[in-house]
């Protein structure tokens, strides 16, 4: 059971580039979540989506976007990288919370420079 | 803005003594509060979490201590090993509107267990 992946792994940006940070889970978990997490900073939510089709603001959304076409995959953009999000990105997902709230699984991270 | 303070940033623990890491929170909408375990490349995961009707709840070394009208709560882990050397998160939700759950984290404890 993979959980959540994502990729690349690592990645470095020059200032204006673009891409997307992968994120992939097999749990059909409907909520989805982007942090980011600068050292001494704890992680701050980008983005989450509570399933395919539905997608919302975190804390620290610009500079970002976000699609959700399906249960499985929900990939972050970044436009045109600055060096402020020079961070390490973290996707995770969790069940429906109907009942309340569930526990977060997270992935193992995607190390962004952008110089 | 709501938040979580953790502390202290760092602590250095015989092997064999308690390690205790402290938050407070001050939303008191907050009703899940759980404590997420981070080692070096690898992303955060749920290690013990309780909910606001115990005050005590213990798996194994580690337990959680909350303290509902003190708004705080605390992670203890006995008898310290070394491979409990991580960064620890505490972290709090609670419905955040549309039936939605959004983890809002602390900064971070770094923990290093010395033989």
């Known amino acids: 059971n993979a959980g959540v992946t994502q990729t690349p792994k690592f990645r470095i940006l020059k200032i204006g580039q673009s891409m997307t940070l992968q994120c992939t889970q097999d749990m059909n978990h409907n909520y989805m979540y982007w942090y980011r997490q600068d050292p001494g900073m704890g992680l701050k939510l980008i983005y989450y989506s509570v399933g395919a089709g539905i997608t919302d603001k975190g804390e620290v959304p610009n500079g970002y976007n976000v699609s959700r076409s399906t249960t499985e995959d929900f990939p972050l953009r970044l436009e045109l990288a600055a060096p402020s999000q020079t961070s390490v990105y973290f996707c995770?997902?969790?069940?429906?919370?109907?009942?309340?709230?569930?526990?977060?699984?997270f992935g193992d991270g995607t190390r962004l420079s952008i110089l | 803005q709501q938040q979580v303070k953790q502390s202290p940033q760092s602590l250095i623990v015989q092997k064999g003594g308690i390690s205790i890491i402290n938050c407070a929170y001050e939303?008191?909408?907050?009703?899940?509060f759980p404590w997420y375990q981070q080692f070096p490349g690898k992303g955060p995961a749920l290690l013990i979490a309780?909910?606001?009707?115990?005050s005590e709840k213990k798996e194994g070394r580690f337990t959680i201590s909350f303290n509902k009208s003190a708004k705080q709560f605390s992670l203890h882990i006995m008898d310290s090993q070394p491979g409990d050397s991580a960064t620890y998160f505490c972290a709090a939700t609670g419905d955040s509107g549309a039936g939605s759950y959004q983890l809002t984290f602390g900064k971070g404890t770094k923990l290093s267990v010395i033989p």
């Open positions: 939303n008191t909408a907050f009703d899940y």
């Open positions: 995770a997902s969790s069940p429906r919370q109907g009942a309340g709230n569930q526990p977060q699984h």
């Open positions: 309780i909910r606001p009707d115990v």
